[in-house]
């Protein structure tokens, strides 16, 4: 007897490099509120588009509602000529797997895309491949953690970070 099992993939994907932390703070701004740089929006538009070259059947994308993350997930969903976004709350970088968990698990697309913030976005990847207590892997500023999802089990595809994909991207 063959039983099919339901593959879900999921792209989780940090924000791009934002206004430093110290700056914002400085002046008074909320760390919610820092911005891109100019080389972060270049870097996350030639991330984006190698990631639909890679895949281009993207169904929706879900961002923290911070606006570096934001603005990142906007780039990537021109990209995809997605009119919308989802943005969530609880997907901080300090606020743990719990929020990132509920949505995978209680997603009903095939393929999605998540972007956030460290440690958050480790510490939810580390506990969907139960490898609690430890972080597989610290996410770069627009890196990308693959993982699949079959049936209740979740593995890992693959960890790419900007430096690699900008090598791949080259002429």
Excluded: W
């Amino acid at each position: 007897m063959l039983y099919y099992l339901e593959v879900m993939k999921i792209y989780f994907i940090r924000h791009g490099i934002a206004e430093d932390s110290l700056l914002a703070q400085e002046s008074g701004r909320d760390d919610r509120a820092r911005h891109l740089t100019d080389e972060g929006v270049e870097k996350a538009n030639k991330i984006a588009r190698f990631l639909y070259s890679l895949d281009s059947d993207l169904e929706k994308i879900y961002s923290s509602e911070y606006v570096r993350a934001e603005e990142t997930a906007r780039i990537f969903a021109k990209e995809y000529d997605f009119q919308e976004i989802e943005i969530l709350t609880g997907m901080g970088p300090f606020d743990g797997p719990k929020r990132i968990i509920e949505l995978v698990r209680d997603c009903q697309y095939q393929k999605i895309a998540i972007f956030g913030h460290e440690p958050s976005m480790s510490k939810s990847i580390s506990t969907l491949l139960n490898c609690t207590g430890q972080s597989i892997h610290k996410l770069k500023k627009c890196g990308i953690v693959c993982v699949e999802k079959k049936g209740q089990e979740y593995f890992l595809q693959f960890i790419l970070t900007p430096k690699i994909i900008l090598k791949l991207e080259a002429p």
